[in-house]
Nanobody, 118 residues
Framework: VQLQASGGGLVQAGGSLRLACVAS????????MGWFRQAPGKEREYVAA????????FYVDSVKGRFTVSRDYAKKTVYLQMSSLKPEDTAVYYC????????????WGQGTQVTVSS
């Protein structure tokens, strides 16, 4: 599986962005898909995920109520809709695929930069 993330950019605090991650390969529908982020000088953080069934989305507490993860099986794409962005959301965002749905996250995209100005 190859993953291609896009949609990052520079936005003012309070603004919105939608990240997209397009997957290649035939088994997209079987994978849990996730979003991670890494800010300068910080460890990578698990942000959101959606199961292969498209149910039970996970969100880290800091983004609950502001971010929404979704997936389009026909387009083999997972989205992260980010609203009410804060400067602390600034990071490189990565999408990942969990091929065994057990948290292994064996496939990663290249990352897309999100910068939120105050």
């Amino acid at each position: 599986v190859q993953l291609q993330a896009s949609g990052g950019g520079l936005v003012q605090a309070g603004g919105s962005l939608r990240l997209a991650c397009v997957a290649s390969g035939r088994t997209f529908s079987r994978y849990t898909m996730g979003w991670f982020r890494q800010a300068p000088g910080k460890e990578r953080e698990y942000v959101a995920a959606i199961t292969w069934r498209g149910s039970n989305p996970f969100y880290v507490d800091s983004v609950k109520g502001r971010f929404t993860v979704s997936r389009d099986y026909a387009k083999k794409t997972v989205y992260l809709q980010m609203s009410s962005l804060k400067p602390e959301d600034t990071a490189v965002y990565y999408c990942a695929a969990d091929e065994d749905n057990l948290g292994s996250w064996g496939y990663w995209g290249q990352g897309t930069q999100v910068t939120v100005s105050s």
